[in-house]
């Protein structure tokens, strides 16, 4: 967050830089180039009626809408985890600990497939939930549940050292001066996490707008009502549409694109604010 | 503060990509690398240490045969992309005609290259219900009526779900006589999808495990399978009026054969699978052989059933993608308007 002030003090800039943007052409920008040059063999009118196809537009809102719910639910209790295994100690710690890791480690597969046998209409939780007329598996909400489960880890990780760093002192002297549980909250505590909270939010999404494998298994899979941006990709390559699954391909790299640019706007401008007002 | 988030989400991308590693045999020009289907591992498994041992008997020669399985669109688009296998065994001819098609890897006459249209075995869809057939369904009729719920994979990413699709269109087209009447029927039939799994093993588990739906419809080799997973007895499997003949057919990657001088035991090894020991293990493994005096060896396993065959009754595969599973098509606009 040093940004402009330390420019050229430090020496090793032009090697640095020039490793920077080699390594990110290699391993990024050439890759990426390759979905709109794949895209560009299509005509601006079968490009048009790709991407605006009533299924792929469909799909756009199930990715997006659901990816940006999942990591708002984990914004908010990926911080209340983060909270609770860096404030308090508690018998088991550690295993919870070692547990938030779980949705990075295991094959997506595996989770979906999981999630599906405690979700369906047999399974443990599934058979409860039944009869009061709610269904997860097989339904937008089961593509939810999924996207919730895997971006977890990505807030609590990245909140988790801000907290550590986050002296408890400063909620000592807030409690001191006569703030409110609330305030000290809201005032002192979540200024200071936010960028990590957002960078959090941020990471998770991005993980659910490409997830694939665990959704797959619990979407059901329904044309225009289950079905995910990244199985409409699947479909057109199965079709040896090339050019068609890397034109929907682009349309949603542009759009996350888009909205991580946008989350990283107002990270800073909140990194900003926050440090005029303390 | 982008670039580094953009970089740290690329290493999770590059990290997450499934690399499929097929073991590269530069030396020996004894090898062959078959690259198959999904649902074709355990019958290779088989017939691969009988074709090592009739080559070793013939030749005098050591041979070794190499594996790949996938699905099958995506395998035929790893051999495109230039992974050097020496022969294909698909379920389904599109997949080997676009390899025809796009950098003529394989001869245009390859359906000529061996016996039954180079298609050593077929298989067919078939319903299986739970025990006793509890609603009563013995037809495709009975799959359209309303409140029936039936398991079926995915057309768009199965070729088990694209069979599934044009068998019903197939009885419908029949039965009704107009192309019409038969999208009615077919997307009646679909309305009562509830699920759709990206493959046939996951329409299986569907239908197996999660207790989903009142029929699966599926290939007949699915069947003995699932006797085998989930008990004898629970199952039943009933075959419609009419079904489609999914017919596996072969070739020889001549390009690749040609370059790595394999070619000679590519063919043998295709022969092999047309042989009568071949065609046995095919039929051990519920497949239909396309030897007629080796399917009436074993015709308490495969009942007679009437199908049609896609090139016959819908026109061929060429006509079938683009009237029926292109965007826009015949399917799209059954799902769209259920």
Redesign the interface.
Known sequence: MAGHSSRKVLPGFDLTLGVTVVYLSLIVLIPLCAVFIKTASLSLEQLWNTISAPRAVASYRLSFGTSLLAAAVNAVFGFILAWVLVRYSFPGKKQVDALIDLPFALPTAVAGIALTAIYAKNGWIGQHLEPLGIKIAFTPTGVLVALIFIGLPFVVRTVQPVLEDLDAEYEEAAASLGATRWQTVTRVVLPAVLPALTTGFALAFARGVGEYGSVIFIAGNMPLISEITPLIIITKLEQYDYAGATAIAAVMLVISFALLLIINLLQAWSARHGRRAT | ???R??????G???S?LLILSVTAFAQAPQSLLNVSYDLSRELYKDINPAFVAHWKAKTGNAIAINQSHG?S??Q??SIIGGLEADVVTMNQSPDID?LVE?GGLVSKDWRKAFPFEAAPYSTTTVFIVRKGNPKGLKDWTDLAKPGIQVIVP?P??SGNGRYTYLAAWGFALKSSGSEAGAKDFVKKLFANV?????GGR?ATTTFA????GDVLVTFENEAPALAKEFGEGKFEVIYPSLSVEASAPVAIIEKVADKRKSRDAAKAYLDFLFSAEGQEIIAKHNFRPSDPAILARFKDRFPPIKSFRVEDLLGGWEKV?TAH????ANY?QI??GR
């Open positions: 503060m982008l670039m988030k953009l970089l740290g989400l690329t999770l991308a590059a997450s699905g669109s995506k035929a688009g676009i796009r995915n768009k990413t509830p699920v759709l799994d990206g996951g495990q999660r207790e989903i993608q599973f292109a965007d826009g799209d799902m769209a």
